[in-house]
C-alpha cells in the first residue's frame, strides 16, 4: 500500500536562502529597528506600485489607518468602500474614527463604481476600493466620480501587490495600502506599504509613523509607533526580485485550473477582465444555485481529499453584530455581496503546486461534482 500524498496548502510560505542570510546579517548587525533594510524594502515598492514614494509600516491594517489620518479624515467624516472584504478594511476606518458606507460588488468581486456616486454626501471623503484577490478594482469611473466630487481615493491593495489596470500598477492611483502578511503574495511575517506620489503626503506618513517627530524629540504632530523591524524588510527584500517569478506561476497556475474546470455546470470560474492584470492571491471559484451540489459540500469534499481550500469570506463584512450596532457603520443593501459570500470557495493557486498538485486539485473538485 502506498501512502496518500500530503496535503496541499491554500497558502504556502517559501524563502529562500537569500532571506535566510540577509536575517542573519541583520541579526550580527546588531540594528533592529528601521533603518537602511527598511529604507531598502521600500525603494523596492516605489517598482512595484510605480510611485515615487513608499512608507512601510507594521501591518497592512496600520497602512490603511495611516492613509486615512495622512488625509486628514477622522470622526464626522465618511469613507465608501466594499462589503465583501476581509474585516481590515472596515476596522481600519472605524480605528481611524471615520464612518463607513458601502457599496454593492459586481462580478469582478470589487465595488461597483455605477452604484458608488449614489452613497456621496456633504461628509464624504473617500473612496476605498479593495482590490481583492489580486484584481485591481474598475479604476476609471472611480477616479472620474473621486475627481468629480473631490474625494481622496485609498486603494486597500492588501492582496494585489504588482496588479495592474491599464498600463498602471495598483497602489498608484491613490494612496496605496499594502499588506505583507505571512499569506500574502510577498510576506515579512507582519507589516505594510504606505505608497504614494504625493510629497506632502508621504511626508506627513513618515512623521506619524515616528511619534510625530521630525527630527530628534522635535514633535510635529500626534503620531504613532508604527515602525517595521529591520529583520522583517530583511525577509521582504530579497521577495522583491522574485515577485514577479512567482506571479508569473501563480498565473500559470490559474490558468491550469480554469482550463481543467471550465465545463461543469452552475459552477463559476474567475473570468478575465480585460485590461487589469491579475496577479492570483486567490483563485476563487463561484458555486451557483443551478449547481449539483452546495459550495459547502465542495469544501467538505476537498478538504477530505487532502486539498486544501477556504471562504475568503463566509460574510459581508457588516454582518455581525458588533458592526451592525456600531455607530460608524451604515448598514447598507448590498445584495450581491451577499450572494457572493454564500458561493466563493478559494482553491490553491501558490507558486509552490507543480503540475501534479494541480491535476489532484482538478481531479477532486470534477469528483465533487460527478
Ligand atoms: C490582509 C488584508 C488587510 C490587512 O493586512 P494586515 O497586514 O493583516 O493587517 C487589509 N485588507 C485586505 C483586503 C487584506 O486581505
Not at 496600520?62 to 476581509?86: Q, R
Not at 460588488?105 to 476605498?128: H, K, Q, V, Y
Amino acid at each position: 500500500m502506498t501512502d496518500a500524498p500530503s496535503p496541499i496548502q491554500i497558502s504556502q510560505v517559501v524563502l529562500g536562502e537569500e532571506v535566510e542570510q540577509l536575517v542573519l546579517d541583520v541579526l550580527r548587525s546588531g540594528r533592529l529597528a528601521q533603518g537602511p533594510m527598511v529604507e531598502r524594502l521600500e525603494a523596492g515598492f516605489c517598482d512595484i506600485a510605480g510611485t515615487s514614494h513608499a512608507i512601510a509600516v507594521n501591518s497592512g491594517t496600520t497602512a490603511l489607518v495611516a492613509a486615512i489620518e495622512a488625509l486628514g479624515i477622522g470622526p464626522g467624516d465618511e469613507v465608501i468602500t466594499s462589503p465583501f472584504t476581509f474585516v481590515a478594511t472596515l476596522n481600519a476606518i472605524l480605528e481611524a474614527g471615520a464612518t463607513v458606507r458601502f457599496v454593492d460588488i459586481g462580478s469582478d468581486f470589487c465595488i461597483r463604481p455605477d452604484l458608488i456616486e449614489a452613497e456621496i454626501n456633504d461628509r464624504t471623503r473617500a473612496i476605498m476600493p479593495v482590490h481583492l484577490y489580486g484584481l485591481a478594482a474598475d479604476m476609471n469611473p472611480i477616479l472620474d466620480i473621486a475627481s468629480d466630487a473631490n474625494l481622496a481615493i485609498i486603494e486597500d491593495a492588501a492582496q494585489s501587490h504588482g496588479a495592474t489596470y491599464g498600463d498602471r500598477p495598483v497602489g498608484n492611483f491613490g494612496i496605496g495600502c499594502f499588506s505583507l502578511y505571512a499569506t500574502k503574495n510577498l510576506t515579512t511575517g507582519e507589516g505594510g506599504i504606505v505608497t504614494t506620489n504625493d510629497d506632502a503626503i508621504a511626508d506627513r506618513l513618515r512623521v506619524l509613523r515616528n511619534q510625530g517627530m521630525r527630527a530628534r524629540y522635535e514633535y510635529v504632530l500626534a503620531g504613532h509607533n508604527w515602525r517595521l523591524t529591520e529583520l522583517q524588510a530583511a525577509i521582504g527584500i530579497p521577495q522583491l526580485a522574485t515577485l514577479a517569478a512567482a506571479t508569473e506561476a501563480r498565473s500559470a497556475n490559474a490558468a491550469a485550473l480554469t482550463a481543467g474546470l471550465d465545463d461543469i455546470d452552475g459552477f463559476m470560474l474567475p473570468c478575465p477582465h480585460e485590461g487589469r492584470g491579475h496577479v492570483w492571491h486567490q483563485y476563487t471559484v463561484r458555486v451557483g444555485p443551478n449547481a449539483s451540489i452546495r459550495r459547502d459540500e465542495l469544501a467538505a469534499h476537498l478538504t477530505a481529499a487532502g486539498i486544501g481550500n477556504g471562504v475568503y469570506y463566509p460574510r459581508v463584512v457588516f454582518d455581525y453584530d458588533c458592526y451592525r450596532n456600531h455607530p460608524q457603520v451604515t448598514a447598507a443593501e448590498v445584495p450581491e455581496a451577499f450572494a457572493t459570500a454564500e458561493q466563493v470557495l478559494s482553491l490553491p493557486v501558490h507558486p509552490g503546486l507543480d503540475s501534479a498538485d494541480i491535476d489532484r486539485i482538478i481531479t477532486a473538485v470534477r469528483r465533487a461534482f460527478a
